[in-house]
Antibody, heavy 121, light 107 residues
Framework: QVQLVQSGAEVKEPGASVKISCKASAYTFTNYDIHWVRQAPGQGLDWMGIINPSVGSTTYAQTLQGRVTMTRDTSTSTVYMELVSLGYEDMAVYYC??????????????WGQGTLVTVSS | AIQMTQSPSSLSASVGDRVTITCRASQAIRNDLGWYQQKPGKAPKLLILGASSLQSGVPSRFSGSGSGTDFTLTISSLQPEDFATYYCLQDYTYPWTFGQGTKVEIK
């Protein structure tokens, strides 16, 4: 069955960087875009950006522009999300999610289990 | 960015009740909208895409409607496992944006 498996929880100091992985299995990796969504404690969902695993093209949320980088490794079917210059506002659970399209609508049918990033001095 | 305004932010209901949640977009988004259910500590689960198309495996008590700027998620007869937080998501244009969520609690 389709799975997205994320790397484990991270604890970082303010100003540091974090890089989270999302390994896909049981489907053709290059056929589906991967998005990143985060959720601060007790808060709603926040879309961060998208990567096309086939060509590596990306689109990021403007609020994160310059701080976030999404990459992929097609040899291991893994997508990475790196966030630099961490602040307390970046403390959240980070999810990768696969999007699929039916007609003109594209939504997330599979999600990773989430990775908690704690920012603490 | 397109703003998605969900209402209500929370509601209390009983098992068997009919529940309606609305989502309004700040500009027309055709029917490029999905609905998700999230339970504590879990990733969201897709219920509806294309505003009204039921995702495979989702019970038929869930339905969606709307187009343009106004959308509705309806649960026809609330079940114990439906107590959760629900989000809408527009995929019309980047950045994709979520509604702020509606928490459905037990009355």
């Amino acid at each position: 069955q389709v799975q997205l498996v994320q790397s484990g929880a991270e604890v970082k100091e303010p100003g540091a960087s974090v890089k989270i992985s999302c390994k896909a299995s049981a489907y053709t990796f290059t056929n589906y875009d991967i998005h990143w969504v985060r959720q601060a404690p007790g808060q709603g969902l926040d879309w961060m950006g998208i990567i096309n695993p086939s060509v590596g093209s990306t689109t990021y949320a403007q609020t994160l522009q310059g701080r976030v980088t999404m990459t992929r490794d097609t040899s291991t079917s893994t997508v990475y999300m790196e966030l630099v210059s961490l602040g307390y506002e970046d403390m959240a659970v980070y999810y990768c999610a696969r999007s699929f399209c039916r007609s003109t609508s594209c939504q997330f049918d599979y999600w990773g289990q989430g990775t908690l990033v704690t920012v603490s001095s | 960015a397109i703003q998605m305004t969900q209402s209500p932010s929370s509601l209390s209901a009983s098992v068997g009740d009919r529940v309606t949640i609305t989502c309004r977009a700040s500009q027309a988004i055709r029917n490029d909208l999905g609905w998700y259910q999230q339970k504590p500590g879990k990733a969201p689960k897709l219920l509806i895409l294309g505003a009204s198309s039921l995702q495979s495996g989702v019970p038929s008590r869930f339905s969606g409607s709307g187009s343009g700027t106004d959308f509705t998620l309806t649960i026809s007869s609330l079940q114990p496992e439906d107590f959760a937080t629900y989000y809408c998501l527009q995929d019309y244009t980047y950045p994709w944006t979520f509604g702020q969520g509606t928490k459905v609690e037990i009355k």
